[in-house]
C-alpha cells in the first residue's frame, strides 16, 4: 500500500496529451494525479468539469494537474465534448487511459470489494521530491471538492516553505502554528515577529506570505 512520504511510483501511460513517462512529466513542480471510476458517468462528468474550471487555481500554485481511469482514449476523447458542453469548461489537462489497469493496480486505485472493475475516485498529492503528500478515497457516488485539495496544497506548500502547520479548518490568511520540530531559539530566527504561545506546544503566527 503506498503510504505517505513513499516516492509515487514512476509508470509510462498514454494519456489525450500523448504519452508520458511519470516522473519526467512532474519535473519538479507539485502534481495531483487522480483517478474517476468511469467516463460519461454523471458525477464524474461533473468532476472533470470542475478540475478544468480550477486549472488555473493549480497553475498559480505550480501544481500539474492528470485525471485516470480506466478506459480507452478514444472514450476519454469522445467524452471530453460532453464535459466542454455540459458544464461549460473544456478538458485543459490530461487524461490517463488506463485500460489494462496496470497504473490503477501500482496505486491501489481498485478497491475489490467497492467494485472490481472501476477505480475509486483517488486522489494524490506529490511533492517536487516525488513524494506521495496526501492521499484520500471517495466512493464512486460521491464527488470530490477540488477547493478542499486546493485548501490542502496551500497548507503543504507553506509547511515545505515556512515551517508552519495548519490548524483545523484553515483558511488562506488565517493564523498558522509553528511546527513543533522547530524550538523555540530557531523560531525566533524564523519568526522574529514573535508569536502567540496559548502553550508551549501551540504557537499561532500569522501567515508568511508566498515568496
Ligand atoms: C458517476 O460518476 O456518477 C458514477 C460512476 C460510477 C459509479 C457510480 C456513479
Given amino acids: 500500500m503506498l503510504q505517505l512520504g513513499d516516492i509515487a511510483p514512476d509508470f509510462e501511460a498514454q494519456t489525450t496529451e500523448g504519452p508520458i513517462r511519470f516522473h519526467d512529466w512532474i519535473e519538479g513542480s507539485w502534481a495531483v494525479l487522480f483517478s474517476h471510476p468511469k467516463d ?3 458525477v464524474c462528468t461533473t468532476e472533470l468539469g470542475a478540475v478544468a474550471r480550477l ?13 485516470l481511469s ?22 485543459n489537462f490530461p487524461l490517463i487511459a488506463d485500460s489494462d489497469r ?15 472493475t472501476l477505480t475509486v475516485r483517488s486522489v494524490y498529492v506529490i511533492g517536487p521530491d516525488k513524494k506521495l503528500k496526501l492521499s ?6 460521491t464527488g470530490r471538492n477540488f477547493n478542499e485539495i486546493l485548501r490542502v496544497i496551500d497548507s503543504l506548500q507553506l509547511t515545505a516553505e ?14 498558522v502554528i509553528i511546527v513543533p520540530s522547530l524550538g523555540d531559539d530557531e523560531a525566533k530566527k524564523k519568526f522574529p515577529g514573535g508569536w502567540k504561545a496559548l502553550k508551549p506546544y501551540l504557537r499561532m503566527v500569522p501567515q508568511p506570505r508566498r515568496p
Fill in 162 to 175: 515556512h515551517s508552519v502547520a495548519t490548524p483545523a479548518d484553515w483558511r488562506q490568511g488565517e493564523d
Fill in 70 to 91: 480506466v478506459d480507452p482514449l478514444q472514450d476519454h476523447r469522445v467524452w471530453a465534448g460532453d464535459i466542454a458542453e455540459t458544464q461549460g469548461h473544456a478538458l
Fill in 102 to 116: 496496470k497504473i490503477s493496480d501500482l496505486y491501489g486505485m481498485i478497491h475489490p470489494n467497492a467494485s472490481d
Fill in 40 to 42: 460519461f458517468t454523471p
Fill in 136 to 141: 484520500l478515497t471517495y466512493p464512486a457516488s
Fill in 55 to 67: 486549472k488555473p487555481e493549480f497553475d498559480r500554485r505550480g501544481v500539474k494537474v492528470i485525471g
